[in-house]
């Protein structure tokens, strides 16, 4: 039965709608549109009623709150901590003391008799709602206070007011004025909502893309026991889940990730108290705190508020204990990712590694670094200084105001959605939570820095490392024939690198997943209860922690990481290649060596195709193909194709194909392709052979070349001879690709020599090769490329251009003239002695003269092109010819032309200035000494540049190339004084007010103060 209201101060979910936030703020607006019109959809959401800002506007008014509010923030700068926490604290105060008028406190008492139905003590959760909250551009989550469990009017109508008066908090003025909102423009609504009895059941968030790279391919839920404060708060480590979107909507249980949480303790109704804490049994902890059905059921909901609102959301849900039922309880425009320019992607990559001191759950992409403050009470807030490192327990709305001026922020607690993460990712902060040490490990004063460069394994390292920071454009990239796609071994990457402008995954190595993820010999798991060595049986027990079932856990985690990889690309195809360790690889891994025979040349031993349908290794790679049949059948990621390495013969091919089919894999069923790795000479000598077996072909450089020259890249004696653009090497290729296209067969190719030497590139493109699968970061420039290339050859490789077909018309016309006028005056001119012409010029010789011609402009116009370069320890910026190579050393730098004797070197050094017979020159706004020498092999300038930093060292630039000038002209300095000319990344800087002034650390140049110099430290 529906329930309205006449009074202006209240109205029921049912009469609320999306366009009343004005009046109800974003939550209740947001739960209204829901209750009202996703629950025919089978979306349950507890009823409830909003205590609109009427009310709150009624109570500053009446109690002359709102005209002291005002003066008091008249003069407040919110970076003052100490004076916020006045300030707030004196507003707070003013809002609790004044009076609920006699109207408003009937219009709630009413409206909570109506939703209790007169029970007494009946429980209902008591939230804010802001009308600033949860707009696309602002997220003002958490910002304000909630109450649960509370029961009674009297208890109601003071959670209503310390609701109202947590507009207030230091958090919530500093969130205000740091994103320009007047303070007296937003007002706040309150939520009243009926209780679920999720105090023993469990609840948690659910976003509908990924958290960490806006990737909107998937769900991810996270769940504890309990109410869902503690996860918000980080006072857990929640179970988390990852889901297939595509898949949920074909009817797939796609949970292609799963982690199990500590989930030590949960919050829960209490006596004397609303709620209280309590220790979650240690059976309870290592089980799951969501059945895969409620995962699934909870990922439909998200997929259905997700496409009614058009955008993605951040989902609050609990299940109620009693009855096991979902519930949603809250949802909301994620505001983070969702607003992310994925026209530029960002790459911090550290220049070295240094000591780990500390590992955790990384939160965001970014590295920053700094001294350590270690906090223990939000009391002590006051002693961080701006570009320090927040260690603490975990954080709270409290402690925003420090967490902005922060580099880095570490906590012990939470996960991907608490508290800590969710500000930190908004912020741009790096955060690395989870770490359980961190204020034991880290002292306050130490010198850390913090990655989140690899993926979601957060590290702390000692001391400040350099690091860079590399910008990549993915606007007007061109669209190719040839698919470029990606070589991608690490599945923890794989959402990040999906933005890039790929076609699919030509080689995802399964060896990367044993060595990272599984550690184990797959053997070692098959056989763990007669395994030998005691050792190596206690790390897989820690290792495979809640596995009865040892096999299993080498499924999972081989399923988890083709999946996230086969996701992140789909419908794009990824090439996953079976395992292809060889002997002595395989060995590392724990329990390995019992397995292992010890082969004198491993490179050609017992590897591959070889392994797979033999009587000892064939259990492990059913392991292997139990994993692919749950990936593509169970989940749904039919994009995924199986290839096969180190093939020798083709009856060896057939014998993999039999064993795969009797584990399940059957070539053709529900789509499989299976692809063969082109590596071995035979392979190409047999491709007529191997084409009516498989699917198409992938050429691995790198061993074919080794195989074809008989070469051991690794031995230092001959490896000059290791050439894939030797003749031998590309007769090979050349053929192998007019077999696969004579039988309609896939033919790619995934090795190193694309990327090494783009010249090998453009080969592939001249024979017409379907498929280029290259490091990611050489996507972007190969793609440029291939794609004037192909302008050139006519879209892709032997077939012609249509312009130049009509060159080679004109030339053919031509000729013929000529032809004829020799026939025609040959009695005319002077007799000469015969010449004979051994091979005749053809149009087709013209026409390929003609496209190498043009191929050589091509390849000149792509070196002409530039891509700006950055390099944060060096602190410049400036574009260097998109061909070139670059190579970092010690306080340097040195960049290659590709086919020439180009080069420049960069070198930070200390001292004066020390040209000799030097000329001077402005560079990047700074008086320049410039001279040149004479490079005593071909007689070429080398121009030499140096450029002040500061009184104690210079830069300076050698350079052999005509265009050295000219890109001189694009250096700038990012951590210089000029605002308008340094790049504002997190560069670690340290500067003082003046030469007798303290060094202080600031996270970018550009938080250093105007008129501060540079410390040399």
């Known amino acids: 039965m529906k329930i309205h209201s006449t009074s202006p101060y209240i109205a029921w979910f049912t009469d609320i709608s999306i366009s009343d936030i004005s009046t109800v703020g974003g939550k209740n607006a947001s739960l209204g549109e829901m209750y009202s019109s996703l629950a025919k959809k089978g979306i349950r959401i507890p009823n ?146 009926e209780m679920v009895h999720s105090d023993t059941g469990s609840s948690g968030v659910m976003f509908t893309m990924d958290t960490e790279s806006g990737f909107p391919g998937v769900v991810l839920i996270n769940g504890s026991y309990g109410l869902g404060d503690y996860i918000v708060q980080g006072r857990v480590t929640p179970d988390q889940f990852y889901i297939f979107k595509e898949g949920v909507k074909k009817g797939k249980s796609s949970i292609i990730s799963k982690m199990l949480g500590s989930k030590e303790v949960k919050l829960v109704y209490g006596n004397k108290t609303r709620v209280k804490h309590a220790v979650v049994k240690k059976s309870e902890r290592d089980v799951f705190s969501l059945t895969d059905h409620d995962v699934i059921v909870l990922a439909k909901w998200g997929l259905i508020i997700e496409e009614y609102y058009g955008k993605p959301q951040d989902i609050e849900w609990v299940t109620d204990g009693k009855t096991g039922e979902l519930f949603i309880v809250q949802a909301r425009p994620e505001t983070v990712k969702a607003a992310s320019n994925h026209a530029v992607i960002e790459t911090y990559n550290l220049h070295k590694e240094g000591k780990i001191l500390l590992r955790g759950t990384a939160v965001g992409q970014r590295i920053g670094a700094g001294k350590v403050r270690v906090i223990n009470n939000v009391k002590d807030m006051k002693t961080f200084k701006k570009g320090e490192v927040l260690v603490t327990r975990i954080t709270d709305p409290d402690w925003e105001p420090i967490m902005r001026i922060a580099s880095a922020v570490i906590t012990e607690q939470g996960g991907k959605t608490s508290h800590a993460a969710i500000v930190s990712r908004e912020l741009g902060v790096p955060a690395i939570v989870g770490t359980k040490s961190a204020r034991k490990v880290l002292k306050t004063g130490q010198k850390v820095t913090a990655s989140c460069a690899k993926g979601d394994d957060g590290i702390v390292y000692a001391g400040i490392l350099p690091f860079e920071v590399k910008r990549t454009e993915l606007t007007k990239i061109p669209e190719t024939k040839t698919h470029i796609m990606m070589n991608v071994g690490d599945p923890d990457h794989a959402f990040s690198l999906s933005f890039l402008p790929h076609q699919g995954v030509g080689l995802a190595r399964l060896e990367f997943i044993f060595t990272n993820f599984i550690r184990i010999h797959p053997l070692a798991l098959i056989h763990y209860k007669t395994l030998k060595d005691k050792k190596a049986k206690v790390q897989i027990d820690e290792l495979t922690r809640g596995y009865k079932d040892k096999s299993a856990y080498c499924v999972d985690k081989l399923a988890e990481g083709i999946a996230r990889i086969a996701t992140a690309m789909y419908p794009h195809k990824v090439v996953v290649r079976m395992s292809d360790f060889k002997s002595n690889e395989y060995a590392t891994l724990i329990g390995g060596k019992e397995f292992e025979p010890k082969e004198q040349n491993p490179m050609i031993g017992w590897r591959g195709a070889s392994r797979y349908y033999s009587d000892e290794y064939k259990p492990a790679f059913k392991l292997e193909c139990e994993a692919l049949v749950r990936v593509r059948d169970t989940w749904g990621l039919t994009n995924v194709v199986s290839m096969i390495p180190f093939c020798r013969t083709p009856e060896e091919g057939q014998k993999v194909l039999d064993t795969m089919k009797s584990f399940g894999l059957e070539r053709g069923k529900n789509g499989l392709e299976v692809y063969v790795m082109c590596e071995i000479p035979s392979n190409v000598i047999l491709a007529e052979d191997f084409a009516k077996l498989f699917d198409g072909f992938s050429i691995g450089t790198n061993d074919l070349t080794q195989l074809t020259l008989a070469v051991d890249r690794d031995s230092a004696e001959v490896s000059h001879i290791y050439d894939e653009n030797n003749l031998a090497v590309k007769k090979l290729v050349k053929e192998v690709i007019r077999v696969a296209h004579k039988h309609k067969k896939h033919i790619g190719l995934c090795g190193q020599a694309p990327s090494d030497y783009p010249e090998f590139a453009d080969f592939l493109v001249e024979q017409g090769i379907d498929s280029i699968s290259l490091n990611p970061d050489t996507v972007v420039s190969m793609k440029k490329r291939v794609a004037l290339l192909e302008k050139t050859l006519g879209n892709k490789g032997k077939k012609t251009n249509k312009a130049y077909l009509g060159i080679v018309a004109m030339l053919a016309s031509v000729s013929a003239g000529i032809m004829f006028l020799g026939a025609g005056c040959a009695n005319i001119l002077p007799t000469q002695e015969a010449v004979t012409i051994s091979n005749e010029i053809t149009p087709a010789d013209i026409r390929e003269r003609a496209s190498e011609k043009a191929v050589r402009e091509m390849k000149d116009e792509y070196d002409d092109s530039t891509s700006m370069f950055t390099d944060a320890s060096l602190g410049i910026q400036l574009s260097l010819p998109s061909s070139w190579q670059v190579q970092r050393f010690a306080d340097g730098l040195m960049a290659l032309g590709s086919q020439t004797h180009e080069f420049m070197t960069i070198m ?110």
């Open 48 to 193: 409830g009623f909003a205590v609109t800002v009427d009310a709150y506007w009624a109570i500053l008014r009446e109690s002359g709150a709102d005209k002291k509010i005002k003066l008091l923030l008249k003069d407040l700068d919110e970076r003052d901590v100490k004076q916020l926490a006045i300030v707030g604290k004196k507003i707070r105060t003013l809002i609790l003391k004044a009076s609920l008028s006699k109207e408003v406190s009937d219009a709630i008492t009413v409206a909570y008799a109506q939703l209790s139905k007169k029970r007494k003590q009946f429980a209902v959760a008591v939230r804010s709602s802001a009308t600033a909250e949860d707009l696309p551009d602002a997220s003002f989550a958490g910002q304000q206070e909630s109450f649960l469990n509370v029961r009674g009017i009297a208890d109601l109508l003071s959670a209503v007011k310390q609701c109202m008066a947590s507009l207030f908090t230091d958090r919530a003025i500093s969130y205000r004025a740091g994103n320009g909102y007047d303070h007296m423009s937003v007002a706040l609504s309150v939520t009243v909502q």
């Open 908 to 1017: 930070k050094k200390s001292g004066n200035l020390q040209g000799l017979s030097a000329s001077s020159l402005i560079v990047a706004g700074k008086q320049a000494l410039v001279s040149t020498v004479v490079d005593t092999q071909d007689g070429a300038d080398i121009h030499v540049v140096q450029v002040p930093i500061d009184d104690t060292k210079f830069l300076e630039v050698q350079g052999k190339t005509d265009q050295f000038f000219s890109l001189l002209e694009t250096l700038v300095f990012t951590d210089g004084q000029n605002d308008e000319a340094r790049l504002c990344i997190q560069v670690v800087t340290y500067a003082r007010e003046n030469s007798e002034g303290v060094c202080t650390f600031f996270p970018t140049p550009c938080d250093v103060p105007d008129g501060w110099e540079s410390c040399d430290i």
